[in-house]
Structures are given as structure tokens and as C-alpha cells.
């Protein structure tokens, strides 16, 4: 499931550039606001209120900030809310932002030890099972009202023998993670319908990541993986991969890309604030960069907007419930 979520040439010159100073004070230096973070509270007459933040280990500590560190000032603002890490710190006066794997994630807002996170969508099913909401948010179009997603592609070299996923099988195709959507969960699901059984038809190998996976097709240690297309493309646009050299095989109907979440015991007041502010909150020049055609916060439908995720979580469990049986 789901990850994570899951750069552009900006990014990673802004990470070079602050290199080991960054890792030096990432818990002490501030985040500078924009002015869209600068806007004057919504909720000022309400009591201040703490609120945990941790997101996926998708990028650095630094990286994460330079992205998202402009909606966390504009939120505490909008809201007055006093955003932490796990560790008490505020992220008004820190970048030290809790990154955290997705299992251990999951547990941080299954326990109460984190209130709002960004998650890859196949989480979003398991938290809900949990009895977690909904997510209540994803990145958008605010004239369109497109919400922002991405496809599971079936990729090769464009040099290699395969034009087809059919001439894969009795091959080995890269999976990224076990828990990962787009990276496990949906080619298990998806991939029998066009003659691929994971396991059965084709050899599954984990290599840890949507960009090891693409890296390893590269270079040939992988004869082909399944990964998400907005990373492969944010790849592409990076220069670490060149598109011309990748082809794409097979690709699936679209999937819901990265949500944000609140915990069960957020009070709705508190829900409230966030969701008000989050909707309202226009997206920094770095973040329209790393997600193109979008620009604000768009609220979930997640009968609608899920439907693709809860597809391969429901066959994922049948499958499983099926397994003793087999046996």
C-alpha cells in the first residue's frame, strides 16, 4: 500500500545547496512562510490546539520541508493550530519533521501518537477498516476540480524483447514494497486479467522502492516492474531516468494519488479547521512544480474517488481469505 508517496531539477538543487547545514539545524531552523501562509487566522478566537504531524518516508527531513513546510505555517496560521513532531517541537520554529515507514506510520495514527499525515492510497483502506476516517483531502484543480492521480504502468527497457506483459511471463518483474498500492497490491490484483499471475506466471522481486524499480529496469537488473506513473515521471522530469529509453507495456485505470488524514480522536472542531484551511490554502511555487495542474486542497468523495484502491484491496483480501483453503 500505501507508497510512498510516494524530483524536480529545483528540489534537488535547493537539497544540494543546503547540504550537511541543513542535517546541521533541521531542528531549529524556521520555515519561511509565503504569503499565502501569512494569512490572517480563520479560527483566532478559538483556543490554540496541538496537533501531530508526521509524513511518509518519501523524501528527507529537509526535502519534506521545502515542499510541504509552506502548507504546515499556512495551517497554523489559518487554524491556530500549533503543528509538532512527535518530539514536542512546533514545525513553526523546526524542520525536524517526523518521516516515517509505513508500517510504523500506520501504527502512529492507529495509537493516537499522530493526528494528521500524508498517506499513499493503499493505506487509506486498511486505515479505514481500522475505523480511521476517511481522508479528507487531496491535491487538486481549483477551476476544474480534478483531483490529482496516477496509473500503475507495466514498464521494460525499449531496447528489451518485450512488447507485450504476455512475454513476460516465466520473467521476473519488480514489485516495490509488499504493502505498497500501486507497487504490489494492484499488479496482484490486476496483472491475472492480462495473463499474469504473480508467483505463478512470473517471478515477483522486491526491490524496496518505485525508484529502485525503475533504476533497476534501467540498468537491467530487472527484465521489467510495476511502478507509479506520476514517480516514474517525476523521474523523467529529474533527469534520472530518461523516458526514451523506457517502455511502457501495459497501464491501468487511475488510482487516487496521496491523501491527508486525520486521526480518530481529533475533534470535529479541530477537523473543521483543517479541512477549512487546507481548502483554502493555495499551493507554494515548489509544490505546483512537483504536482502540475495542481494548486490547492480538493475534499474526498472516497465512494467515487477509491473506487480503484478499494477494487484491489477487496480482491487482496479475498485472495487471502482464499489461501488456508488452497492449502
Not at 507508497?3 to 524536480?8: E, L, M, S, T
Not at 514545525?91 to 501518537?113: C, F, H, M, P, Y
Not at 480534478?146 to 514489485?175: C, E
Request: hydrophobic share 40%; with cysteine.
Amino acid at each position: 500500500m500505501r507508497f510512498k508517496i510516494r524530483f524536480y531539477a529545483l528540489l534537488s538543487g535547493a537539497a544540494f545547496a543546503l547540504g550537511p547545514a541543513a542535517a546541521q539545524t533541521e531542528r531549529t531552523a524556521p520555515t519561511k512562510p509565503t504569503a499565502s501562509a501569512q494569512a490572517a487566522s480563520q479560527f483566532a478566537g478559538s483556543p490554540r490546539e496541538r496537533l501531530v504531524v508526521a509524513m511518509p518516508k518519501t523524501y528527507a527531513k529537509a526535502e519534506t520541508m521545502l515542499l510541504w513546510g509552506d502548507y504546515f505555517n499556512h495551517l497554523a496560521r489559518c487554524g491556530n493550530i500549533d503543528l509538532q513532531n512527535q518530539q514536542g517541537e512546533s514545525l513553526e520554529r523546526s524542520t525536524n519533521i517526523d518521516v516515517l515507514a509505513e508500517k510504523e506510520l500506520i501504527e502512529s495514527i492507529q495509537n493516537g501518537k499522530v493526528q494528521l499525515a500524508q498517506v499513499n492510497p493503499g493505506l487509506v483502506p486498511q486505515l479505514v477498516a481500522a475505523g480511521q476516517p476517511a481522508p479528507f483531502g487531496v491535491p487538486g484543480n481549483k477551476a476544474s476540480g480534478k483531483r490529482n492521480s496516477y496509473t500503475l504502468i507495466l514498464i521494460s527497457r525499449v531496447d528489451s524483447p518485450f512488447t507485450k506483459p504476455q512475454d513476460l511471463v516465466g520473467k521476473k518483474i519488480a514489485h516495490s514494497t509488499p504493502t505498497s498500492n500501486s507497487g504490489n497490491l494492484a499488479p496482484r490484483a490486476l496483472f491475472p486479467a492480462i495473463g499474469l499471475v504473480p508467483d505463478q506466471n512470473y517471478e515477483v522481486v522486491f526491490s524496496n522502492g518505485h525508484e529502485r524499480s525503475v533504476t533497476g529496469v534501467m540498468h537491467g537488473f530487472y527484465p521489467a516492474a510495476a511502478v507509479a506513473s506520476d514517480l516514474y515521471q517525476r523521474m523523467v522530469l529529474k533527469g534520472d531516468v530518461k523516458g526514451s529509453s523506457i517502455r511502457t507495456l501495459w497501464e491501468s485505470p487511475p488510482f487516487m494519488t496521496e491523501t491527508w488524514t486525520l486521526g480518530k480522536d481529533v475533534s470535529a472542531d479541530l477537523q473543521n479547521r483543517v479541512k477549512k484551511c487546507s481548502y483554502s490554502y493555495s499551493f507554494s511555487p515548489k509544490l505546483r512544480q512537483l504536482l502540475p495542474g495542481n494548486d490547492t486542497f480538493l475534499p474526498i468523495h472516497f465512494e467515487r474517488d477509491f473506487a480503484t484502491v478499494m477494487e484491489v484491496y477487496n480482491k487482496t483480501q479475498a485472495a487471502l481469505a482464499a489461501k488456508p483453503a488452497a492449502k
